[in-house]
Antibody, heavy 118, light 111 residues
């Protein structure tokens, strides 16, 4: 069955970078967009951006532009999201999700907790 | 401040019907973009509940339904059950802001 498995929890210092991976199984990575969504403690869902695994093309939310890099390695069905210049308010659970315009985000990773603390 | 506005909380007794609204604007829901709904149980990843305004993925009971009118969408839950207690989020697309927009989420409490 379709699964998205994310990398494990990370603890980073302010100013550092974090790279989260999202490995797809049970489906072809290139068939759908991969979205990245984060959720700060006690807060709602915040869309960060998405990558088209076919072309590698990306679109990101304006507030993350310049700090977020989304890539993919189709040979191992894995997408990556790297966030740089981390701040304490980047502490959140980061999710990857498979999505299309018509069907929404139908499969989600389990989430990766990123804690930013000095 | 979310682009799509949802009530912070709703509640209902077991067996009752509740609705959750999602209000947007002419650049998102009103522009004809699809609306999707997600259910998030405590400590878990969101789960797709309704896609394309009123379509249910396999396994989602028909107690859940969606609708859309103008610049707003709604999620209705009938025959409320204790395990429906969760956070619910609407999601759509926007032509002028972020391409993908979420509502702020609504906490459903089953009394």
């Amino acid at each position: 069955q379709v699964q998205l498995v994310q990398s494990g929890a990370e603890v980073k210092k302010p100013g550092a970078s974090v790279k989260v991976s999202c490995k797809a199984s049970g489906h072809i990575l290139t068939g759908y967009y991969v979205h990245w969504v984060r959720q700060a403690p006690g807060q709602g869902l915040e869309w960060m951006g998405r990558i088209n695994p076919n072309s590698g093309g990306t679109i990101s939310e304006q507030k993350f532009q310049g700090r977020v890099t989304m890539t993919r390695d189709t040979s191992i069905s894995t997408a990556y999201m790297e966030l740089s210049r981390l701040r304490s308010d980047d502490t959140a659970v980061y999710y990857c999700a498979r999505g299309s315009y018509s069907s929404g985000c139908d499969y989600w990773g389990q989430g990766t907790l990123v804690t930013v603390s000095s | 401040q979310s682009v799509l506005t949802q009530p912070p909380s709703v509640s209902g007794a077991p067996g009752q019907r509740v609705t959750i609204s999602c209000t947007g604007s002419s650049s998102n829901i009103g522009a004809g973009y699809d609306v999707h709904w997600y259910q998030q149980l405590p400590g878990t990843a969101p789960k797709l509940l309704i896609y394309g305004i009123n379509n249910r993925p396999s396994g989602v009971p028909d107690r859940f339904s969606g609708s859309k009118s103008g610049t707003s969408a709604s999620l209705a839950i009938t025959g409320l059950q204790a395990d429906d207690e969760a956070d619910y989020y609407c999601q759509s697309y926007d032509s002028s802001l972020s391409p993908v927009v979420f509502g702020g989420g609504t906490k459903l409490t089953v009394l």
